[in-house]
């Protein structure tokens, strides 16, 4: 399996030129990484014509929403100034801090945010002419967003995206990616459930011998971090800049549960702009990270044991874990009348917040309360900013609601239920489980990654190795302006010759 995102150049002159026919035909425009993260440069007649498209549509012109900025209230003005988002309040959280939270399922088709990375990790293959659009199959290996996102952007560039995924993912993403798909044999379902990545490589590993697929590997796929960095680290610097307050705030943290730790990528910018902490947080069933454990866990998105080859861990600096026993307790107290009820009650929750409730998917609510750990672990204030985002809705999990009740609440959730997991899961969220990382801690975690990597991937100890140094991260940047400069040409090629 390779990782290699390919360098800025033209790899093969026929498949490019194939592919430019294809978004010919097909009338597909390729956004620019740049456009991604500043949707506000995006060309107003695409903005226009936005107007008259549906978010859940394989239109081309979703392309231009596969970003942070979507408006969800008017199609009036499809692209917001400001990433649409919640700020906590302390009636919810019982913390002073300021906990922001950035909405993924304001993403189109798939309503969660890992079609950004899907959108980068094929794009530079398009113009590149490392894919053929027409001729080979994209294999997009997820625990269970991303290869929704691969599935999505591969139907709107016409070309077959098979999803490889574990088969004890929710019903939600089944019944969504059996209506996408352009054949049945285009999910593949791996053995187990969230911690089972390495069943996961086996599958594409078999499906790689085959030339006709390509395996978008979002777990070493550079643009997957460069993505992040650049489209989710701006948007969530956009959020903050924009949150006014009596006394100036700071940025202390950005936090994100990792998955292929695409998304923790943003913690870079945020830290380099900001002087922000970057705190991963993962499983308490299967720390990975903090014990070098393992075990299942049913936190879906958050794929474990391992270390993906995009995490820069020896710039992380807090690695905590949540309970799968705190995430479902809450995604119940989140998503019913009982829960609601009692936030409004009890705790003054106002309707305005209860309503985007919602929005928060199973890691949402693993994201939040690790946000509340480190704003206790910090003793943070009002004037201090958590920043987490919020990867995909309940939506996705309403069938697991059903689970939840039955093996963890004796089939029934009542106001007595909700305070309970209130009082446990919220005020009880303590600071254990939790370490501010030292350079020999970030040490051991980067090299539980030789295993996987070197071991099991056959990858090189050096290039494996690299990835210790700043200079490797920070060397990626020159990547995204080389790649926008060659989807201006692919655009550029498509357009004229369709004149
Ligand atoms: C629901 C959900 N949460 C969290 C994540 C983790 O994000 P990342 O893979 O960028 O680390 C994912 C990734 O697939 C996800 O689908």
Redesign the pocket.
Known sequence: MSHSTPAPRIVDQAVRDRNIERLRERGVVLPRFSELANPQSIPHAVREDLKSVDRDAAHPLNLFRVHWFNNSSTLEEPIASVPEHLVLPSELTGVDARIVVLFGNRFPMIR?H?VL?AYACLVPRIVSGAFDLGRQRAVWP?????CRGGVAVSRILGCRGVAVLPAGMSAERFRWLEKWVSDPADIVRTPGTESNVKEIYDACHELARHPGNVILN?FSELA?YLV?YRCTGAAVGRVFDSMVSPQPLQLRAFV?????????AAGDFLKARYGSVTVAVESLECPTMLYNGYGEHRI????DKHI?FIHNVMNTDVVTAVSDRSTDALNLLFNTAEGHRYLAERRGVTEAVLMQLDSF????ICNVLAAIKTAKYYRLGPSDVVATIA??GAE?YASEKAKILSQRFDGRFDTADAASVYGQHILGCATDHLIELSFRDRERIFNLGYFTWVEQQGYGVDEFSARAKPSFWSGLQDLVPAWDAMIDEVNAEASVTAV
């Open positions: 969660a890992k990375a997820s625990t269970g967003n991303y979002q997957n992040h994100s549960a990792t998955g292929s730790a695409g998304t923790i879906q998105g958050i794929g993906p998917g199973i890691s949402s990867t995909d996705m």
